[in-house]
Structures are given as structure tokens and as C-alpha cells.
Nanobody
Framework: QLQLVESGGGLVQPGGSLRLSCVAS????????WTWYRQAPGKQRELVAT???????DYAASVRGRFTISRDNLKNTGYLQMNSLKPEDTAVYFC????????????????WGAGTQVTVSP
């Protein structure tokens, strides 16, 4: 049973910072890709950042230069460092991981966290 558990959301003032974490647990052989999405009330889910093994991170234009995606392979954890936060960043943030499961012969599947609320407000 593979699951992703998110943490780090909360309330922060504009200009502040938060770091989101997403811990994957289960029979993990490898994690190919970490992706962060967000969904604000009344809006569609949008891709925020993604990082794939052997490739450079990619970011939505709205967060490029402010957010940094990273990973700790030893901890099976993905991170999203969010700096210079704006009210427009308020949303539920979801992590997703493309995971190679033990015994899968290197086929991979996407798994999702439950989301964590980020609120940017004075």
C-alpha cells in the first residue's frame, strides 16, 4: 500500500515562506517524478512544479523564481519551497509522485497526496 502524506501548509502573510513536504511510503523501488499541483476555490487544478530524474525542474510561469521543487531520494520525500508568497498563491496544494513499485518490473504509476491548504493573507 503506497501513500503520499503531505505537510507544511498553513497561514502565512504576503511575502512570507512555506515549505511543503510530501513523504511517500510503501514498497517503493524508485520515484521517477515529483509534481506539485494546486487548486484554488472556483478554479481548475493547475500544475505548479515538476521534477523528473535526469531533467531540470519545470515551473508554472506564475511561480517561477519564487518556488523551488526538490527531492530527497533517501527519504522518499518531495518538497516545494515557496518564497515571496502572494495572496494569489492561496490554494490546496497536492503532491503527486510517479512511482516504480517493488515487484513491478519497472513499470510506474502515479500516486496522489490528499492535499494541504496554503493560505496567504495579511
Amino acid at each position: 500500500q503506497l501513500q503520499l502524506v503531505e505537510s507544511g501548509g498553513g497561514l502565512v502573510q504576503p511575502g512570507g515562506s512555506l515549505r511543503l513536504s510530501c513523504v511517500a511510503s510503501g514498497n517503493i523501488r524508485a520515484i521517477n517524478t515529483w509534481t506539485w499541483y494546486r487548486q484554488a476555490p472556483g478554479k481548475q487544478r493547475e500544475l505548479v512544479a515538476t521534477i523528473t530524474s535526469g531533467a531540470s525542474p519545470d515551473y508554472a510561469a506564475s511561480v517561477r523564481g519564487r518556488f523551488t521543487i526538490s527531492r530527497d531520494n533517501l527519504k522518499n520525500t518531495g518538497y516545494l519551497q515557496m518564497n515571496s508568497l502572494k495572496p494569489e498563491d492561496t490554494a490546496v496544494y497536492f503532491c503527486s509522485a510517479n512511482v516504480v513499485v517493488l515487484g513491478s518490473t519497472w513499470s510506474s504509476r502515479d500516486y496522489w497526496g490528499a492535499g494541504t491548504q496554503v493560505t496567504v493573507s495579511p
